[in-house]
């Protein structure tokens, strides 16, 4: 309607609501978008981004120390210095923070400064200015949960640890998530003594077990400190640094505790109620299967709506949410055989349901694993496994599970999805030729069910 200022308006610039203003924006509405802190959102500024780059940082000792002398390198002294990483991570993220600024504004999108607010369901107000749209786009994102702890604000989150002014000798981390994981493997690889506490038996519930297993395994060939079915009971600080008691009465002394106990998707103080957006028990916005809320102009993606909180799936939700409204073609979200990696050491790559899903999903399925250690590491003193798994729909012959812990997980996780996602079956697996000598051949060399 012309009489309103905007066709859309998008609160928050994180990758969802980028990817979907400009979309938007190129399909020919007029669209604004509303940012409070720095563009890109959490990927960029906090999260994948600058976590996958202190990985590669944290891989240097490994990969050069210990790889080097079965190859007949020898590798001089070196020393590892965190305001240079920090720094040359944060110029980094600044650049990427101009690239989606000159993405905005190329796709023809304006950028509104400020925190904003639904005041009705065509209203927003930033910085005392009122804007009205035909539709409200609320792509805010997440906010790291700290559970009530005594001392718990000596601890840090996500939010904080990119930008740590020193790095910490000794680290507690809290959590068995994939922040959690991913940061036990970037401090110890930087040589920081990590402990990680998880308050079950084994951490990253949900994904295979196999792969829990594993990873668990390979983490405390490292030394890594991990202790299952422990939480913190308080934190104090003391001269030397955090002290930290656990509810196995154990007590540990730390440089710094990093809280990675999930996130909760960023509803507070938007003014949904007031518009009369419905949220459910955990605060995330309902949405139906495109992404609309209750109140018909109000629309919401990404991991405020608490689907699959995975920055791939928020930009691919904004993707259909602008073909939905501005080009005819209406689109809804798939949320099956999402691929997804954790950025842990070694890595995990994953793609459609766990042996656990598949066994509830169908009547009889075919598991297939394989353990071995990787060819690079015949050479070096490395001792570390690669775990691959297929599951296979019996009936069907379709594979409908792949998961893998080893290097380059992610890389190679990527192009199976492809496979997966066109419902290939194991004897199309079997009939595709590997590539020797790799260790994604293995997909396609396994004979043998478990
Ligand atoms: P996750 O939801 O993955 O994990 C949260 C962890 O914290 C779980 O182990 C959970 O235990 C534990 N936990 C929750 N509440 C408490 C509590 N009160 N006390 C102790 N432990 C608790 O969250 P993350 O913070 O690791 O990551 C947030 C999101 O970011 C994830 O949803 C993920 O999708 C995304 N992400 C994706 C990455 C990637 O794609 N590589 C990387 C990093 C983040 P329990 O299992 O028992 O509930």
């Not at 296979?392 to 192009?415: F, M, N, Y």
Request: hydrophobic content about 40%; aromatic content about 8%; some cysteine.
């Amino acid at each position: 309607m012309a009489d309103r200022d905007w066709d859309l308006f998008v609160i928050g610039a994180g990758s969802g609501g980028v990817r979907c203003a400009r979309f938007s924006a190129q399909f020919g509405a007029r669209v604004a978008i509303a940012e409070e802190r720095d563009l890109g959102g959490t990927c960029v500024n906090v999260g994948c981004i600058p976590k996958k780059l202190l990985v590669y940082a944290s891989h240097f000792p490994e990969d050069a120390h210990d790889a080097a002398a079965g190859y007949g390198w020898t590798v001089g002294e070196s020393s590892f210095d965190w305001s240079t990483l920090i720094e040359n991570k944060n110029s980094e993220i600044s650049r990427l923070n101009g690239i989606y600024d000159g993405l905005l504004s190329a796709a023809g999108v304006t950028l509104v400064d400020g925190r904003a607010r639904i005041i009705d369901p065509h209203t927003v107000e930033v910085a005392g200015r009122r804007h009205t749209a035909d539709t409200i786009l609320v792509a805010t994102g997440s906010w790291p949960n700290v559970p009530d702890v005594p001392g718990v604000e000596h601890a840090i989150t996500s939010n904080e640890v990119f930008h740590l002014e020193q790095q910490p000798k000794r680290v507690l981390i809290v959590g068995g998530g994939y922040i959690a994981v991913e940061f036990a493997g970037i401090f110890h690889g930087l040589g920081t003594q990590v402990t990680q506490v998880y308050r079950g038996p084994l951490f990253l519930r949900g994904f295979d077990d196999d792969v829990r297993a594993h990873l668990a395994g390979e983490m405390r060939k490292k030394d890594i400190d991990l202790r299952f079915d422990t939480n913190v009971n308080s934190i104090e600080k003391t001269s030397s640094g955090l002290k930290v008691s656990l509810t196995d009465g154990s007590e540990v002394e730390v440089d710094q505790v990093l809280y990675a106990t999930g996130r909760n998707p960023l509803t507070k103080d938007l003014g949904l109620e007031d518009a009369g957006v419905e949220l459910n028990r955990k605060g995330a916005i309902e949405v139906d299967e495109y992404s609309r809320s209750n109140v018909p102009s109000i629309y919401a993606i990404g991991d405020v709506t608490d689907r699959i909180n995975l920055t791939p799936v928020a930009i691919h939700e904004g993707v259909c949410l602008s073909n939905t409204l501005y080009n005819e073609t209406p689109m809804k979200p798939v949320h099956r055989d999402v691929p997804a990696a954790v950025f842990s050491q070694p890595p995990i790559g994953t793609c459609g349901l766990t042996e656990q899903q598949a066994r509830e999903d169908y009547a009889e399925i075919d598991v297939y694993e394989s353990r071995f250690r990787a060819l690079k590491h015949t050479l070096t003193k490395g001792e570390e496994q690669t775990y691959m798994k297929l599951i296979v729909d019996r009936t069907s012959d379709r594979v409908v599970g792949l998961h893998l812990v080893g290097p380059e997980a992610g890389e190679i996780v990527q192009g199976f999805a492809v496979a997966i996602k066109c419902g290939a079956t194991k004897a199309q697996f079997d009939a595709t030729i590997g590539v020797h000598p790799t260790s994604a051949e293995e997909f396609v060399t396994m004979r043998t069910p478990r």
